[in-house]
């Protein structure tokens, strides 16, 4: 069974940084691509971030600069450095992996960004 697990989330202040992470357990094979998404209440999940198996990094225009993703070589880490933050980052954030095997989810994390 495959299960992401995310942790790293919390409270933080404006401007200051967080490292979200998650980890894959279980077996997956021929990763495609690993994200990052978020969602507030009564809105839709949005991407955040994207790191493709061919190492390419996509990221929500409202990000750029200050979130960065990383995994590491296993393909069973894959972290969201955020710096910067800002009350609009205030969410829940959830890991996604989408694979040859299927696609997953994490339970979510949440972040809430207050002075």
């Known amino acids: 069974q495959v299960q992401l697990v995310e942790s790293g989330g919390g409270l933080v202040e404006p401007g200051g940084s967080l490292l979200l992470s998650c980890v894959v357990s279980?077996?997956?094979?021929?990763?495609?691509?690993m994200a990052w998404y978020r969602q507030t209440p009564g809105s839709q999940r949005e991407l955040v971030a994207e790191?493709?198996?061919?190492?390419?990094?996509n990221y929500a225009e409202s990000v750029k600069g200050r979130l960065a993703i990383s995994s590491d070589n296993t393909k069973k880490v894959v972290g969201l450095h955020m710096t910067r933050v800002t009350p609009q980052d205030t969410a829940v954030y959830f890991c996604?992996?989408?694979?040859?095997?299927?696609?997953?989810w994490g339970q979510g994390i949440r972040v809430t960004v207050t002075s």
């Open positions: 279980g077996r997956i094979f021929s990763v495609s691509t």
């Open positions: 790191l493709t198996y061919g190492g390419s990094r």
């Open positions: 996604d992996v989408r694979a040859g095997s299927g696609a997953y």
